[in-house]
């Protein structure tokens, strides 16, 4: 019965793309309501960011700019994708109380809601890769196509995640910050400032088991003009799997709760 109830739920909030997608146009709209620039002020202090830590990581790392500079961009945009979407799931149901309380609105639509909300600002600060590939690194390929299915198993991983640290963190309040500095921590195990290659070979472990590296690689990659390796695809669609069965199991047991949590 409890399976049934959470399929049913998983099934009406896919089959309206449409609520949950102007929801999160809505949100855009509020959050920089009077602004002239809107969300590409977030894009500006991004861009400012990356190109500030650039040159001076460049400089520190010994790398050349045209090198570094793209590599930096690209993982740290797509890094700021994940580290939002996964800091905002963990007030995921808490947030939108209000609405819980009055509406009966499938839970998976408030997370989507937050992850269309996240891709509608990494598109905009997407267009800092797009000016940092063109005019610093080799330019585009064919090969940064590959990039698009690489964002679609990435948005796939983080919701599920996501869905999952909702739940954990609506039961156990105490869990937010945990989730939060594990973010964080996340952050400079994985590379992003930092090349696995120019690691020793005894520490390359760092990356080569971290499954973020991996999952951050199978879009960062072609838009660098490489290839994800095939371990890059193994690793994350293992990922997938695991998070949508974790986070499944957990819905599918405490999705009639969730009301009474908060």
Known sequence: MFFESAAKEFFVAFARPH????????????????????????TISTGVLIATLGLLW???????LHEYLPYFAAGNVVWSFVSMQLNEATTGFTQFEHLIKQSRLPYPSYILRLLCRNLIIFLHNFLIVIIVVSFVGDGWSLVSLVAIPGMLLLSAIVFFVSLACALVCTRYRDMVPVVQNLVTVGYFLTPIMWDAQRLPEQHRWVA???PLSHVIDVVRAPLLGHLPSVLNWLVSLAALAISAAISWGLFARTHQRVAYWI
Do not use: H
């Open 19 to 42: 609520l949950w997608g102007l929801l999160a146009w809505y949100d855009i709209k509020q959050r920089y309501r009077r602004s002239v620039l809107g969300p590409f002020w977030l």
């Open 58 to 64: 460049s400089t520190l790392f010994k790398t050349d």
């Open 208 to 210: 080569a088991w971290n």
